[in-house]
């Protein structure tokens, strides 16, 4: 969290490690760290201080970020990294990445044909391997992940596989995540594994102080602060950085006066109130801000500003202004791609549809995916999302990126596109060959549910 200033509160150390680890880099002398903390602490400010700093320093940067929803797109943070940079590359450069090493890598852009029907898992994170080591010919790199709890499981095990092998490479590695125990639906043991590797570096931000606290309430509503107040302050939010900024604008909005007498008034507001003012202040915008808001929400991070307007329903010439007024109001960030401030603030106008309105949107966001030209398995999250209601062309689209994700050696996301597309249901005729194709992607790691479906299929048959 920042002063008035700029710059980050009691973050100091946190700073010099981030240093340290960016001059390492530069030396040659690769390595990885991971800024872990509970949602809201300033992990995602510190890793983009990095990655300001690493700019300052002449690194090239390959930045990612997970996401709840997009999980299931298979390499989708790892494509988020390097794509930007193969993008680059002339035909004459990609055609020699893709005879050296490097190469082996393929399958996971789409560039290659699948070394099987699973693809070759290893062959793939040693091909990723030697990219980010080609990368780093031109000089030091950062590779900079947010929020890495949210990240599908074949690019996790990616950032697993690097971590430990930077040691006399210009690469450093900086991830983010919360506590694994406070995500069970994630990979947790993988997790666990990166933030037991001793080659892995580990920074926990701690919450701030009361000092600090107070000089944030004050920067925010009034230099007269009563000390008492600011106090109620430090107890309702327990420091959390994000949560501390929430309740300030709150008060803020509420006119509060901070004087001791209004202390008790404070303490009364947990930390879930101060995360739904986020909804009190958006519903106070005009109708066209909140729709753009829940769009850009269902589109997850980095969301394109014309998709959302689409899904959203409103044409340009409102679009705009609405999404000027949220980033106004410290909703939204961003201009032709848009975001939210913080997952927290996502989380709660997410949330806030009910599960039929999600549903709805995430099948309205599917189809312009579609029309738009968007690869079925970067469409399939969506679809995952969606109310099951017997629709053959959701069926097909699900199959197809189960195959998709199954040419890139991702059969975890195969097998759950594939179980969504059983329980659409497929009609009678297209059962069996879903059955069939469920049952090949689970038979190396799920062999009693492949026997299962297999016999299934050949009863349907």
């Known amino acids: 969290m920042t002063d008035a200033t700029g710059e980050l509160l009691e973050r100091d150390a ?20 991971m800024i872990e903390g509970a ?81 070759d898992a290893f062959a793939e994170l040693h091909g990723l391997f030697w990219m980010a080591v080609e990368v780093a010919q031109c000089g ?3 590779i900079a992940v947010d929020d890495l709890q949210w990240a599908d499981r074949p690019s996790l095990r990616f950032v697993v596989h690097l971590a430990p092998r930077l040691e006399g490479l210009p690469i450093a590695l900086l991830v983010t995540t919360r506590p ?26 701690a919450p701030l102080s009361p000092a600090a606290t107070a000089s944030l309430v004050r920067a925010g509503l009034s230099d007269a602060a009563d000390g008492a107040f600011c106090e109620a302050c430090h107890e309702t939010t327990s420091g959390n950085p994000f949560l501390l900024v929430a309740l300030v604008d709150a008060l803020r909005a509420d006119r509060a006066h901070p004087t001791a007498a209004a202390a008790d008034e404070v303490r009364r507001m947990t930390p879930a109130v101060v995360t739904r003012t ?30 959302a307007r689409r899904l959203a329903g409103l044409e340009r010439r409102r679009a705009l202004p609405a999404a000027d007024l949220l980033v106004r109001a410290g909703i939204l960030r961003g201009d032709a791609t848009v975001d939210f401030v913080h997952p927290s603030v996502r989380s709660a ?6 599960a039929t309105e ?38 097909g689209q699900l199959r197809a990126a189960a195959q998709q994700a199954r040419a890139r050696g991702a059969r975890e996301p195969a097998v759950a596109y594939l179980e969504r597309a059983l329980a659409e249901p497929p009609g009678a005729a297209a059962r069996s060959e879903v059955l069939l194709e469920l049952g090949a992607a689970e038979a190396l790691q799920r062999p009693d549910a492949a026997i299962a479906h297999l016999r299934e299929a050949l009863e349907c048959a």
């Not at 946190?14 to 760290?33: F, H, I, P």
């Not at 069970?184 to 892995?200: F, I």
């Not at 909804?279 to 969301?303: E, W």
Request: glycine letters at 12%; one cysteine or more.
């Open 14 to 33: 946190e700073l010099g490690t981030l240093t340290a680890l960016l001059d390492a880099a530069c030396d040659g002398s690769g390595a990885a760290a």
């Open 39 to 119: 949602p809201g602490v300033g992990k995602s400010a510190l890793l983009a201080r990095a990655r300001n700093l690493a700019a300052d320093r002449g690194m090239t940067v390959l930045s990612a970020q997970g996401g709840e929803i997009e999980r299931e797109f298979a390499w989708g943070v790892v494509r988020q990294l390097f794509e930007p940079w193969l993008a680059g590359r002339s035909e004459a450069e990609a055609a020699e990445l893709r005879d050296e090493t490097a190469g082996l890598a393929a399958p996971v852009f789409g560039s290659a044909p699948a070394m099987g029907p699973d693809g």
């Open 140 to 142: 030091p790199v950062l």
């Open 180 to 205: 694994p125990q406070s995500e069970p639906a994630g990979d947790t043991g993988l997790l666990r594994r990166l933030l037991a590797d001793p080659a892995v570096g580990h920074i926990a931000p």
């Open 278 to 307: 986020v909804l009190v202040r958006l519903a106070a915008l005009p109708g066209d801000c909140l729709a753009l808001a829940r769009a850009v929400a269902v589109l997850g991070p980095g969301a394109e500003l014309r998709l």
């Open 349 to 354: 106008v997410y949330h806030d549809l009910t």
């Open 358 to 395: 999600r549903g709805r949107f995430h099948q309205r966001a599917a189809a312009l995916l579609t029309a738009d030209g968007t690869a079925a398995e970067a469409v399939a999250p969506h679809l995952l999302a969606t109310i099951p209601d017997g629709d053959p062309g959701i069926v």
